[in-house]
């Protein structure tokens, strides 16, 4: 996945999925309850989507260590390990993260790595090489050095 977000492509998308949120949290005579919050949900997932494709994303610096994690990456907010003076690819590397979900929306791209990460499980049988192996992170992992710069908020 190149960077599609901030290109004329992810404002149009940015359009599209504000409207669909608008949409989802107008309530329809007819909804039941489950219908109801089932859209509700929908319209938060498409809502942080369409700030993603043309908004920066947000950096939180926090002790990680106890995870054994570099950072990781959640809907608009990329969160990375203070306890080290972390190099330029890490926080690429999670704003790569950022930009799938951004593109797929947090929902369908969360599932997609869950679907790859258990079909990944059954081909490798070993947790580490199906993690590393799953199509998010190979994404990621190809455009960590890639220089490519972007706005964030907070962090260093
Ligand atoms: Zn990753």
């Not at 494709?53 to 809907?75: K, N, Q, R």
Request: aromatic content about 16%; hydrophobic content about 45%; overall charge negative.
């Amino acid at each position: 996945m190149q960077n599609l977000v901030n290109s004329w492509f992810s404002v149009v998308l940015a359009v599209v999925f504000a409207s669909v949120a608008v949409w989802c949290f107008v309530p329809q005579e007819n909804d039941g309850a489950i219908i109801r919050y089932t859209k509700y949900a929908l319209g938060v997932n498409f809502a942080v989507s369409s700030y993603m494709l043309v908004g920066p994303p947000i950096v939180i610096e926090t002790d990680l260590s106890w995870m054994g994690m570099a950072g990781f990456s959640s809907g608009p907010f990329i969160v990375l390990d203070n306890s080290w003076d972390w190099p330029d690819y890490v926080l690429r590397h999670e704003y790569q993260h950022f930009c799938q979900q951004a593109i797929l929306t947090p929902l369908v791209s969360g599932v997609l790595s869950k679907v790859s990460l258990f079909i990944n499980l059954i081909i490798y049988r070993d947790w580490h090489e199906a993690y590393i192996n799953t199509w998010h992170e190979r994404d990621a992992r190809e455009h960590e050095e890639d220089g490519f710069e972007f706005d964030y908020i907070g962090g260093k």
